[in-house]
């Protein structure tokens, strides 16, 4: 009797593995037959397609739009002769385009549907569906009325993508009553300075002006545009974005934490047109400020930073990776690139050696909730505070890392080498003196690829601390070939059975 209890306890067939049933959770819904074609504007699409005479189209969907995908492509390949691919799995966040995967496909065009950061592009033209979601305008519009009694208020109105759709509507709504509203415009052209938005949402690369997503003067001295984040707007006055109030259509989600940490004077409302329900928005942006102030004095005191490769689409991630590491080299920290697709805290916590990541990734993306991670994760702006003297933290905040280079908007220049050259600080986190720039004795030394470095013209020698030092000490350095080390061996018989009960081991 024992030895049948043993069997029915320890072992298994495995047939209550295979006959388990699970639960399959729907992350969206099939659009219907009659509103595919208005939802997911399929007669702008084919006139993308023709009027550009593309061959072979990439066709990039959301987990929750994959619903629809078999659809739209068995409408569009009856209207249009292009060879049509669908990009189901992004490499990283589905609002970016994917220009990578598409280019494994040899596609000549992409056509990006539902939520967008609008991040520019560089290598492929792009087309942004973003889907129109249904709103009660006229409940929208009675909420803007609560929220703003004081019909002398100004107000910003800014929505996500999906709702861009009916902001004219709106407009018409409340304009006669509000005579300093100020609505944006959604813009797919990059080339804010001098071209209006288009209508197709075009992304090429002459398209793309670099650094052109600031302020720009208009040539009447009292109107001030906007751009910001693939958004347009005219300040008719000459009040500053600060003075103004944020009224924002759209539920809860990153591109809403974008705005807030950016235009953080402003005051926030927000309208769900899911919930049909306004409110004043109560999140604490100072706290949340002091939060990336904290990751700022982190950043300052690390020695090793991993630079985190979140974006191979957004144009001019490639600059800001160089500009990183020449900031990071002159602040005498390392630098150690990574490119490991999306985040997670298993990924990163096999480099112990690391006491600091920076992420760079679309403004939507670049604020990762590191809290759960072995060591924090920053923005390039938090790193560009830590490392250069010259900037200084005054609560203004940048997510876009293309406004902080040689051109932007928000670019610091480096202090020169005269400049405060032996200050040092004190850490507000370890209590501990900190060097502000790279050592002379390591200037001297940067050539050198050994981890000794000499200090003085004494005998007196001190490792540095580099992640080569500390993978050297380690008793276990991951998988290695061992090219010629190991013995051949001829193959041999491998066990039957599952692992808890092979059947060379019997049941006894």
């Given at each position: 009797?024992?030895?049948?209890?043993?069997?029915?306890?320890?072992?298994?067939?495995?047939?209550?593995?295979?006959?388990?049933?699970?639960?399959?959770?729907?992350?969206?819904?099939?659009?219907?037959?009659?509103?595919?074609?208005?939802?997911?504007?399929?007669?702008?699409?084919?006139?993308?397609?023709?009027?550009?005479?593309?061959?072979?189209?990439?066709?990039?969907?959301?987990?929750?739009?994959?619903?629809?995908?078999?659809?739209?492509?068995?409408?569009?390949?009856?209207?249009?002769?292009?060879?049509?691919?669908?990009?189901?799995?992004?490499?990283?966040?589905?609002?970016?385009?994917?220009?990578?995967?598409?280019?494994?496909?040899?596609?000549?065009?992409?056509?990006?549907?539902?939520?967008?950061?609008?991040?520019?592009?560089?290598?492929?033209?792009?087309?942004?569906?973003?889907?129109?979601?249904?709103?009660?305008?006229?409940?929208?519009?009675?909420?803007?009325?609560?929220?703003?009694?004081?019909?002398?208020?100004?107000?910003?109105?800014?929505?996500?993508?999906?709702?861009?759709?009916?902001?004219?509507?709106?407009?018409?709504?409340?304009?006669?009553?509000?005579?300093?509203?100020?609505?944006?415009?959604?813009?797919?052209?990059?080339?804010?300075?001098?071209?209006?938005?288009?209508?197709?949402?075009?992304?090429?690369?002459?398209?793309?002006?670099?650094?052109?997503?600031?302020?720009?003067?208009?040539?009447?001295?009292?109107?001030?545009?906007?751009?910001?984040?693939?958004?347009?707007?005219?300040?008719?006055d000459a009040r500053s974005v600060d003075d103004y109030n944020m009224f924002y259509i759209g539920q809860e989600s990153l591109t809403l934490t974008n705005f807030m940490m950016t235009w953080n004077r402003c005051s926030f409302c927000t309208f769900d047109p899911v919930k049909g329900v306004g409110r004043q928005e109560a999140v604490n942006i100072n706290k949340a400020l002091m939060k990336r102030y904290y990751m700022i004095e982190r950043a300052k005191?690390?020695?090793?930073?991993?630079?985190?490769?979140?974006?191979?689409?957004?144009?001019?991630?490639?600059?800001?990776?160089?500009?990183?590491?020449?900031?990071?080299?002159?602040?005498?920290?390392?630098?150690?690139?990574?490119?490991?697709?999306?985040?997670?805290?298993?990924?990163?916590?096999?480099?112990?050696?690391?006491?600091?990541?920076?992420?760079?990734?679309?403004?939507?993306?670049?604020?990762?909730?590191?809290?759960?991670?072995?060591?924090?994760?920053?923005?390039?702006?938090?790193?560009?505070?830590?490392?250069?003297?010259?900037?200084?933290?005054?609560?203004?905040?940048?997510?876009?890392?293309?406004?902080?280079?040689?051109?932007?908007?928000?670019?610091?220049?480096?202090?020169?080498?005269?400049?405060?050259?032996?200050?040092?600080?004190?850490?507000?986190?370890?209590?501990?003196?900190?060097?502000?720039?790279?050592?002379?004795?390591?200037?001297?030394?940067?050539?050198?690829?050994?981890?000794?470095?000499?200090?003085?013209?004494?005998?007196?020698?001190?490792?540095?601390?580099?992640?080569?030092?500390?993978?050297?000490?380690?008793?276990?350095?991951?998988?290695?070939?061992?090219?010629?080390?190991?013995?051949?061996?001829?193959?041999?018989?491998?066990?039957?059975?599952?692992?808890?009960?092979?059947?060379?081991?019997?049941?006894?």
């Amino acid at each position: 009797s024992w030895s049948i209890m043993t069997t029915t306890m320890f072992s298994d067939d495995g047939s209550k593995a295979i006959e388990r049933s699970t639960d399959v959770f729907q992350t969206g819904s099939r659009t219907t037959a009659s509103e595919i074609n208005e939802v997911h504007e399929i007669a702008r699409t084919c006139n993308f397609i023709k009027k550009h005479a593309f061959k072979r189209v990439a066709l990039q969907f959301p987990d929750e739009l994959l619903f629809d995908a078999s659809a739209i492509i068995s409408i569009l390949e009856r209207n249009t002769s292009a060879k049509l691919f669908v990009l189901g799995d992004t490499s990283y966040g589905s609002c970016c385009v994917d220009e990578v995967a598409a280019e494994h496909l040899d596609a000549d065009s992409i056509i990006h549907y539902g939520r967008a950061c609008l991040s520019p592009t560089r290598r492929l033209p792009v087309m942004y569906v973003f889907g129109q979601k249904s709103i009660d305008l006229h409940q929208c519009a009675a909420s803007f009325r609560v929220l703003y009694p004081d019909k002398f208020t100004h107000v910003i109105i800014l929505c996500d993508v999906i709702y861009s759709h009916a902001l004219e509507d709106l407009q018409q709504l409340l304009q006669p009553e509000y005579e300093n509203l100020v609505v944006s415009a959604v813009c797919c052209s990059r080339n804010e300075a001098t071209e209006t938005c288009r209508v197709d949402g075009l992304h090429n690369e002459s398209d793309v002006d670099v650094q052109k997503s600031c302020n720009h003067a208009s040539d009447e001295p009292s109107l001030q545009v906007i751009n910001k984040f693939g958004r347009r707007f005219t300040l008719h006055d000459a009040r500053s974005v600060d003075d103004y109030n944020m009224f924002y259509i759209g539920q809860e989600s990153l591109t809403l934490t974008n705005f807030m940490m950016t235009w953080n004077r402003c005051s926030f409302c927000t309208f769900d047109p899911v919930k049909g329900v306004g409110r004043q928005e109560a999140v604490n942006i100072n706290k949340a400020l002091m939060k990336r102030y904290y990751m700022i004095e982190r950043a300052k005191d690390a020695q090793v930073v991993g630079i985190l490769v979140g974006t191979l689409g957004v144009a001019d991630y490639l600059s800001t990776i160089d500009h990183l590491k020449w900031i990071i080299k002159q602040s005498g920290k390392k630098s150690y690139t990574f490119v490991m697709g999306k985040l997670n805290v298993a990924k990163l916590a096999n480099f112990l050696e690391v006491d600091i990541y920076v992420l760079i990734a679309c403004p939507e993306n670049s604020l990762l909730d590191s809290s759960e991670f072995y060591r924090p994760v920053i923005t390039p702006y938090e790193m560009e505070v830590a490392c250069n003297q010259a900037r200084k933290w005054t609560g203004e905040y940048v997510t876009d890392f293309r406004e902080l280079l040689p051109g932007g908007c928000c670019h610091v220049q480096l202090p020169d080498e005269n400049f405060k050259s032996d200050e040092t600080d004190v850490s507000l986190i370890t209590g501990c003196l900190r060097a502000t720039q790279l050592q002379k004795s390591e200037e001297q030394n940067k050539a050198s690829n050994t981890a000794l470095i000499p200090r003085n013209d004494a005998l007196t020698i001190t490792q540095s601390h580099s992640a080569a030092s500390f993978l050297a000490t380690r008793s276990w350095r991951g998988l290695e070939q061992n090219l010629g080390e190991t013995p051949v061996s001829k193959a041999v018989q491998g066990r039957k059975g599952i692992a808890i009960a092979y059947e060379e081991e019997g049941t006894g």
